[in-house]
């Protein structure tokens, strides 16, 4: 098992954001979690990556346990995420938002880059060329020079990705990454998902809105409500889930 939660439980105040939660996602597997606003999605990301701290349950990523970790140790272990609103470095290229996150990975330290070393050069050959990698992917390469805050929404949406995955995880956590997206663009970022699980092997947790996006590419769904996963299961079975239904989906979806 790739990434394994179980129990996983979170209050604030008198309130439990997330009450019990048990999840698993295999290796190269693509899961959608999905569920009205405030059912405690993001939080389950944020317990997961170490941003909050869990009161109760366990977070293992290939058998290692994760929670208490602080988030950069759970980013070199092996997840990345993105964001529902996008974080960015808006003022630096494109390729330099790519870069930083790839460059922990890098065989050299601080010594050999002030020395310019030839590790050092090797390193930043090695980097370019990944960079260029997962620029290509996105279609971005053409704007790799550009400031990222000039870029259309749809565009740094595809590169806050880019950059999650130039981390190098085993496991990435997409939070609505269709937010703000018209059909089109909705329809190459099904398209980019699906490449990029194909291509690099990783397992996929997303949280998303879109159930055109989520139905078409999920192999499975768990559905929250008020902190509890109340369903489970293939898109096909949750669409035709009458608790599902009342208490998110609405009698469109499911009769599409």
Excluded: W
Excluded at 98 to 105: D, E, F, M, N, Q
Excluded at 108 to 133: D, Q
Excluded at 221 to 244: C, T
């Amino acid at each position: 098992m790739m990434l394994e939660i179980r129990g996983l439980t979170k209050h604030f105040g008198g309130i439990r954001a997330v009450d019990g939660v048990d999840l698993h996602l295999g290796e190269g597997e693509l899961v959608g979690l999905i569920g009205p606003n405030g059912s405690g999605k993001t939080t389950v990301f944020n317990l997961v990556t170490g941003i909050y701290r869990a009161d109760a349950g366990s977070v293992t990523l290939k058998g290692e346990n994760l929670v208490g970790l602080p988030p950069h140790r759970i980013n070199r272990l092996g997840v990345a995420r993105t964001f529902q609103n996008i974080r960015l470095f808006r003022n630096l290229t494109v390729m330099d938002n790519v870069r930083i996150a790839h460059h922990s990975h890098l065989g050299y330290g601080p010594v050999a880059a002030l020395c310019r070393t030839g590790r050092f050069y090797n390193g930043e050959k090695e980097l370019n060329g990944i960079v260029e990698v997962f620029l290509s992917i996105f279609s971005l390469q053409n704007r790799k020079n550009d400031i990222a805050g000039s870029l259309s929404y749809g565009d740094q949406r595809k590169l806050e990705i880019a950059r999650a995955l130039a981390s190098k995880p085993e496991v990435l956590l997409l939070d609505e990454p269709a937010a703000g997206m018209n059909p089109y663009e909705v329809g190459r970022l099904m398209e980019f998902i699906l490449a990029i699980r194909d291509r690099f092997r990783i397992s996929i947790l997303l949280i998303e809105h879109q159930m055109r996006l989520v139905m078409g590419i999920c192999e499975r769904l768990a559905v929250m409500d008020f902190g509890q996963v109340i369903a489970r299961g293939l898109p096909s079975e949750i669409r035709e889930n009458r608790k599902v239904i009342e208490a998110y989906l609405g009698e469109d979806v499911a009769i599409e």
